[in-house]
C-alpha cells in the first residue's frame, strides 16, 4: 500500500470503532480513578482490547495497573509503541485529558493492528499509569522495557494544537529537617527549630530564583510543620519541584536547591536528608523528521497550529522515553483557549461533541505517523539519525 491507500485503511477502522472507544472514554471520565490506583481503568482497556484479539500481559513490567497488548504474529522488523495513559488527579478528576488520551491510543492500536504486514512493524498498546506521581515510563525506561522500540508516540489533550510541546526536566524530593524539641515558653533556648530550617531555605530559594535561567522553576510546600505553636518543632518535611528545559541545566539548579538546604541547616542548628518522592522527569528530545511529519499530518486534517511552541507546557514522563527511543507527544486542542489544562473547566470538556472529534482526529494523528514513517525506509533511518544525533 501507498501512503494514501494506508490512510484510506485507518479512516475505515476509524469509523468502525470510534464509537466504542469514545464509551470506554466516558467511563473512564465518570470513574476517574488517581495515579496508582487504576485497578478498573486498566481492566477496562484490557478487557476491550482482549475482544478485538489483542494478547495482552497484565499486570506488566511489575506495575498493578501497567499492560502490553499485542495483535497478531509480533515477529515484525520493526516495534512501535503506542503510548497509554488513564491516571486522574485527586479531587478534581481526569482534568489532565488521561480518560480521552487512553481512548485515542486505544482506538489509533485499533486502527493500525492489520496493518502491521504492510508495514513490517509489530504495533503495542503500552499501559502506562501513574504518570501524574511517580511516572511509571521513568521506571519502565530504567527497566529497559521501552529499549526495543524504533518509536513511541502518545497524544496529549490540550487547549491548543501542537506538534511538540515544550517538556521540562523535573526533579521531585522531601527535605527533611531534624532538630530538637523543647517547651516553645519555658526553654526554647534547649530546642533547634527544625520549621526554622525549612523556612529559611524557602526563603533561600526564593532568592535564588533570581539568579537562575528563564525556564529553571523552583517550587515546594511544607509537608510537615510541627506539632504544636508550644514545642519546637524537631521534625518537619519540605517537598520541593525542580524544573528545567534541558537534563544537564535541571543538575546544576538541583545542586543550588540542595545548597539552600544545606546552608539553612547550618544557619539554624539543625540536620536535613533529602529523599526523591518520585522519578526524576526528563525533557522532550526533539526529533526534526517525525515532527515534519506530524506537521504535514496536521495540515492534512486541516488542524491549526495554533499553540505557542515556546510556552512551557509542564512534565511528562514521556521524556525519558524519548531518550530511549524516537517519541512524539502531540497535542490536540479539546477546549476553547481560555480553559486551562488540570482545571475542573478542562475536566468537563471531556464528554463532549467536541471531545469526541478530538479523539478521531488524535487516534488518526497516531495511526498515520505511523503509517507515513514505516512504509518509508528513508523516513525511518532519517528519524533515528535524528535521535542519535
Known sequence: MNYFELKEAIAKKIAEYKDEAFELNVDLFENPEISGEEYESSRKIVELLKGKGFETEYPFAGLDTAFKAVYGT?????????????????????????????????????????????????????????????????????????????????????????????????????YTFHGKASHASSAPWDGNNAFNGAQLMFHATDMLRQHVLPDVQIHGIIRNGGEAPNIVPEYVTAEFYVRALEKSRLQDAIAKVDDCARGAAISTQTTFEKEPTAETYDNLKPNATGEAVLTEIYKELNLPLNGD?????????????????????????????????????FAECMNTERAYEAMQNGATIIARQIAAIFSDEEKIAAMKRDFEG
Open 74 to 174: 509480533d515477529n515484525h522488523n520493526y516495534k512501535i509503541a503506542i503510548m497509554t495513559e488513564y491516571d486522574a488527579l485527586p479531587e478534581i478528576g481526569h482534568a489532565c485529558g488521561h480518560c480521552l488520551s487512553a481512548a485515542i491510543s486505544v482506538l489509533a492500536g485499533l486502527a493500525t493492528k492489520d496493518l502491521q504486514d504492510e508495514l513490517n512493524a509489530d504495533i503495542h498498546i503500552i499501559g502506562t499509569p501513574i504518570e501524574e506521581t511517580a511516572g511509571a515510563k521513568a521506571q519502565m525506561v530504567k527497566d529497559g522495557i521501552f529499549d526495543k522500540y524504533d518509536m513511541s508516540i502518545m497524544v496529549h489533550l490540550y487547549n491548543y494544537n501542537l506538534v511538540k510541546p515544550k517538556l521540562q526536566a523535573l526533579s521531585c524530593d522531601l
Open 309 to 345: 511552541p515556546e510556552k512551557i507546557f509542564g512534565s511528562s514522563d514521556c521524556g525519558n522515553v524519548s531518550y530511549v527511543c524516537p517519541t512524539f507527544h502531540p497535542c490536540v486542542q479539546v477546549s476553547d483557549h481560555d480553559v486551562a489544562i488540570h482545571t475542573r473547566g
